[in-house]
């Protein structure tokens, strides 16, 4: 199992733009699922890797962003 810190720090390296408005979750330093709706992808992770500790993180869209 890989430390969460790697997760951490690739999620913090990479360029999720690709991303906007939707949830990600990254395990061995890659993204390996994402969507708007976190319980699906989350079950769909579970299932593709059982012992595996994910990082999870939304990522804002540009619209969410502006009202920051």
Do not use: C
Not at 2 to 28: C, H, R, T
Not at 32 to 42: D, M, R
Not at 45 to 56: D, F, G, H, S
């Amino acid at each position: 199992m890989m430390p969460q810190s790697l997760n951490y720090e690739a999620f913090m390296k990479q360029d999720v733009s690709e991303y906007s408005g939707q949830w990600i979750i990254i395990i061995n330093q890659k993204v390996v699922k994402h969507g708007t709706e976190l319980q699906l992808i989350l079950k769909q992770v579970q299932k593709e890797y059982p012992k595996q500790k994910p990082l999870i993180a939304r990522i804002p869209s540009s619209a969410e962003e502006l009202l920051l």
